[in-house]
């Protein structure tokens, strides 16, 4: 068989009609290249998987299913231990792909070898706005839509550096991936796209947004307690176990602004979102073998300094999208029925 060039991989997780939606438009349109696609369930004991299992059985996917839910860290793993792609695309089950999204993202890494990410423009589902053009990561570890709610225009044409990537579509070096060990799935749920945009900066790597590639995706900015869990939590994993003890004693004042700021959020939502956040940083404090299993990993692919990462991120907060969160109330549409899970089953 012809060797792919890309390995799309899609986790499902009680994704619907969801998976359904994003498989038809990636099967549907030729994209000029050899590309593989691997759907893999990440336990979800439901029905949802179906469609899959029926693209398995014509022939057009290989579908995967895992026993426990991994995370969408260690789906992707999964599919990587048989991935072919010399590039591997990585698609929720809630984007739809636009006509002609690939090539682009791939001429891009392919012209400069520098590049280990390649991301699209992912826009709001049925509209010409920007849901994200790769991630405004804060120096804190705190990850913003880049971009978000402006209109398509305003990322320009040409394909340019960003601070991280968006962990909703993108296109990153198969053997890149493996080199780091795979994606780190330590923090399960949530905040993975920013510590594989860090790990791939310390191993001397660049990430471009390539607004020629266009996603769509079904998104709302909105927060409830068990996301902001693991965001919180897997943040200050984080900031432990990719900066040096003396970057973050220096980096302290930014640091704790931005804590003054997340507890403030949390303040105004309500009790159950200060427990989140007490959760988060004590989970921290009580699992320091975790903390520092990862940080040695982070260690043996280091070839860059903490000077260097810290350099390509951002020091201003989009505070639009704080108040955003601030002002939300009520429960939000996104929590999942029963609770989002925030460990591995």
Sequence with gaps: MTEPVVTVVIVN????????????????????????????????????????????????????????????????????????????????????????????????????????VACPLILLTATDLINSAGQHIHVSGLGFNRFLGATAAAAGDASQPVPGLHGACFLIETDLLRALGGWDSTGFLYQEDVALSWTVRLAGRSIVCVPASKVSHDYSLTMYPEKLYLLERNRWMLLATHLRLLTRVWMSPVILLSELLVWGLCVLRGPRFVTAKWNAVRWVLTHQAEVAAWRARVDQIRTHGDLTLIGAMRWTYPLGQFFTLGGERGVSARQPPGGLPTEVD
């Design 13 to 116: 997780y009680r994704s619907g009609h969801h998976l359904r939606t994003c498989l038809d438009a990636l099967l549907s349109q030729d994209q000029g290249l050899s590309v593989e696609v691997i759907v893999v369930d990440n336990a979800s004991g439901d029905d949802s998987f179906g469609v899959a299992r029926a693209a398995a059985d014509a022939g057009k996917v290989t579908a995967l299913e895992s026993e426990r839910n991994l995370g969408l860290a260690g789906g992707v793993n999964l599919a990587l231990a048989r991935a072919r792609g010399r590039y591997l695309a990585v698609v929720n089950p809630d984007t739809v792909v636009g006509r002609g999204w690939l090539p682009p993202l791939v001429e891009v890494m392919a012209g400069d070898s520098s590049i280990g």
